[in-house]
């Protein structure tokens, strides 16, 4: 636990009942002491039998060291659920006996007929006592509607929707759009008071002139700004595409890629490595790690969630970022770029996370190319699974992208090849370690669901601008 800032200390009152619930500790840091007292009593000489023995009390202090870390029970008792059964006559009966595997058991063991008993996971998410007033009517912030509530989601959306009026096309929708919405105007202009942000503007719009279609993590690699600014900055400059070949990208506005054929090289490649007795080795052998696991789960009431930093209106005028304490030690213009792997697939390198968003232009790889390039000229149709290329082009890129990294691990690490064995036709254990499935990284509508925001995969930011 010491060794995780983020975790807090569990005490068990009852530590050999597995259905106890703890009381946990925060974190704090101290500056104190560590003391050795010790209290010695010295017997005087009786000079008298008359008079009455005083002893002489003395203490000796030494500091052993210095404590820089205390953990601090604040928090309540959690309810505590015990493996009890009661009966027809309201006795109470323990089951330990019954539900706990001390040791290796026979079979008669778990076909024993007992009663149902399934603990709850969790009781409270928090342990320290909070005032919640009851309203009739809950008081929204501005610019707050109501969501559309239908049969199939009767629970609807619980917080308002963030004001940075990004604009979200779908791939069926007939038009696009050819300007900003107005609040995105002003919330722009409300925070572009420095000339570091306007320069930012300038070089951003030169990028959608070079090219009319970006991905967030291409534009955070070909220039710096802190990525708050940039969350305001794109709606300002283009629009967001949430389904089709162009899903998750930025496309400026007035540009429409469904009518121009030249925009096949814009489109999206969902790639993720791939794994398994059919390539040859398994998750763990991976050179590039996943980003979680499943393994490690810690229940709500366990993690002690840092506070965030709320970024005002004052901050982006001030040139947030842009002035920081670290501004000796990083140049300006280069402190919030990224790497040119972070958004390019070079031949010869490994991919920085198992999933990664790839436009087809980025795919530096003349055999790749080839396969897209395939159809030049007589494009005559553009689909919303495949955009303007030839069906199944996703899938061959998919298959020569991964036959290349199996022979770069092949040549880093040959010894996963050497006992390799494959299975039956169509009983391969395929594993896309990637983290999040392309679903996660959509938007919060129907079939989008949120990113968790980290830089591990070249996500959407739908959650940014709604």
């Known amino acids: 636990i ?3 800032p983020a975790k807090r200390l569990e005490l068990y009152f009852r530590p050999k009942d597995p259905y106890c619930h703890p009381v946990c500790a925060n974190r704090f840091p101290t500056s104190t ?58 006795k109470q009966t323990s089951m330990y006996d019954k539900v706990l595997m001390l040791k290796p058991e026979k ?43 239908s049969g199939e989601n009767l629970i609807g959306l619980s917080r308002a929707r963030r004001p940075h009026n990004a604009i979200f096309v779908n791939f069926d929708d007939e038009e696009i759009p050819s300007k900003p919405l107005d609040a995105a105007v002003q919330t722009w202009k409300k ?39 940039l969350k305001l900055l794109l709606p300002y400059l283009a629009y ?22 030249e925009a096949k090289m814009y489109q999206v490649l969902d790639f993720r490595i791939r794994c398994g007795m059919k390539y040859g080795y398994t998750p763990n052998d991976m050179p590039v790690k996943a ?60 991919p920085p996370y198992r999933q990664m968003f790839y436009q087809l232009c980025d795919l530096n790889v003349e055999s790749l190319q080839k396969i897209i390039h395939r159809n030049d000229g007589t494009e005559s149709e553009c689909t919303e699974r495949d955009g303007w290329c030839l069906p199944k082009t996703t899938d061959e890129l998919r298959d020569t992208m991964s036959l290349m990294i199996k022979q770069i691990i092949r040549s880093t690490r040959p ?52």
């Open 2 to 4: 010491y060794s995780d």
């Open 240 to 261: 967001y595409m949430l389904t089709g070949p162009w899903r998750s990208l930025w496309v400026r506005f007035g540009y429409d890629p469904r009518k121009h054929p």
């Open 191 to 229: 925070v572009c008071t420095n000339p570091v942000d306007r320069k930012v503007e300038e070089e951003l719009r030169k990028l959608f002139e070079v090219r009319p279609v970006w991905s967030r993590n291409a534009v955070k690699a070909n220039i710096s700004v802190h990525p708050d600014k």
């Open 107 to 149: 079979e008669e063991f778990f076909n024993r007929e007992l009663p149902l008993y399934i603990p709850p996971p969790i009781f409270s998410r928090l342990d320290t006592p909070v005032d919640y007033f009851y309203r009739p009517d809950i008081q929204h912030r501005e610019g707050y509607n109501n969501p559309q509530v």
């Open 415 to 466: 010894a996963l090849f050497s006992n390799t064995t494959s299975t039956e036709d169509g009983k391969e254990q395929l594993a896309y370690e990637s983290g999040e499935d392309e679903d996660d990284e959509e938007e919060e509508e129907e079939d989008f669901k949120p990113s968790d925001g980290s830089e591990n995969e070249m996500e959407t930011e739908i959650l940014d601008y709604v």
């Open 291 to 350: 980003k979680r696991s499943t393994y490690n789960y810690s229940l709500p009431i366990t993690v002690k969630k840092q506070a965030s930093h709320t970024v005002s209106v004052h901050d982006l005028k001030q040139g947030l970022g842009t002035l920081g304490a670290d501004g000796a030690k990083k140049p300006v213009s280069s402190r919030y770029k990224l790497k040119d792997s972070m958004y390019v697939f070079r031949e010869g390198d490994l």
């Open 33 to 90: 002491m560590l003391l050795k007292v010790k209290r010695i009593k010295k017997k005087k000489k009786q000079l008298d039998s008359e008079e009455q023995m005083q002893p002489e009390i003395q203490f000796e202090m030494e500091i052993l060291g210095i404590v820089t870390t205390a953990y601090k029970f604040q928090g309540m008792s959690d309810f505590q659920y015990l493996a009890m059964h009661s009966g027809p006559d309201g």
